[in-house]
């Protein structure tokens, strides 16, 4: 028998991926593969442009109840209006709520070049768990229900300092908290208008965290237009149909039904299990 041609040897190895995690519910990837070649383990954003991370980043698509199903692309998985895929496809995200020592949340205004969303106001950082990533970046479902998530908590750390440019060190893995998990579907009309062909369709796992210091901030002009701290009240403004700000719509839900009485009682959020609810998956679709 022949040696395989490299595009032949990537399915076959998606093929056995995919089989053994259905078979177990648990995935632990370290190669993926994208157009006929194996990709890179380890995750690289300086010098890409926001095209090339939706064709080179491959998310992790997961059924109803957030069960690996196998793996996209970031514009196969934001593509909306599509024959037989009118809400994209399902699949992880995360989103960091990062308060300062004075108890202050840090927003960020998406950069105005984003493809999906932009120019809108949000949480401090919000992406996507990849496939194929050193640290690996997939969770297994006794490493939710346990709250350990390792891999939504490395790929919060990668997306701080890509768009932020806040430090590791500063906010480390095991500084957050995961409290919950989001599943929402949201088109981006505001962009794009009633049948726009992008939007997100997420389970989106919420992290906070607190630092005892400032960070060092040094935004990635190619996906953060500003960055700025609030008090609840501060939010509560800013938020107002009369101040003429757009939202991110994860955190318009995020905000108004579950983050005030996370705020009220960060110390409880951020040091016990008071407000975590890893169970459930809420789910906000209409």
């Known amino acids: 028998m022949g040696a395989l041609s490299p595009a032949a040897r990537c399915r076959r190895g998606i ?12 995935a632990v990837a370290t190669t993926t593969c994208a157009r006929g070649q194996m990709a890179s383990s380890t995750w690289a954003g300086t010098g890409m442009s926001q095209d090339d991370f939706m064709q080179k980043d491959e998310c992790l698509v997961v059924d109803e109840q957030d069960r690996l199903v196998g793996t996209a692309n970031k514009y196969d998985c934001h593509r909306f209006n599509q024959p037989g895929q009118p809400a994209g496809r399902l699949h992880r995200a995360f989103s960091v709520f990062l308060f300062g020592p004075d108890g202050r949340l840090l927003l960020q205004q998406r950069a105005a070049s984003k493809v999906t969303f932009p120019s809108v ?4 950082c919000c992406s996507h768990p990849l496939a194929g990533q050193q640290p690996p970046e997939v969770d297994a479902p006794e490493q939710v229900a346990d709250g350990s998530v390792p891999g939504v908590r490395a790929a919060a750390v990668r997306k701080l300092e890509h768009e932020l440019g806040i430090p590791a060190g500063q906010v480390p893995a095991s500084s957050f908290r995961f409290l919950t ?12 208008g009633p049948a726009s062909p992008w939007g997100e369709h997420e389970i989106d796992y919420i992290l906070l965290a607190q630092t005892e210091e400032p960070v ?71």
């Not at 093929?15 to 648990?26: H, I, N």
């Not at 106001?121 to 401090?124: A, G, L, M, Q, V």
């Not at 990635?220 to 509560?236: F, G, S, W």
Request: a negative charge; aromatic letters at 10%.
């Open 121 to 124: 106001w949000t949480n401090t």
């Open 181 to 192: 998990r989001l599943h929402y579907c949201a088109a981006d009309a505001d962009t794009h």
């Open 216 to 286: 060092t901030l040094a935004p990635n002009a190619d996906e953060v237009d500003a960055v700025r701290y609030v008090t609840l009240p501060e939010l509560q403004a800013m938020m107002d149909p009369g101040s003429g700000l757009s939202w991110s719509p994860w955190f318009r839900i995020l905000a108004t039904r579950f983050l005030p009485a996370w705020w009220a009682d960060l110390p409880a959020a951020l040091h016990s299990d008071k407000h975590a609810d890893r169970a459930t998956i809420h789910r906000v679709l209409g």
């Open 15 to 26: 093929s056995r991926f995919l089989a053994a995690a259905r078979q177990a519910e648990v």
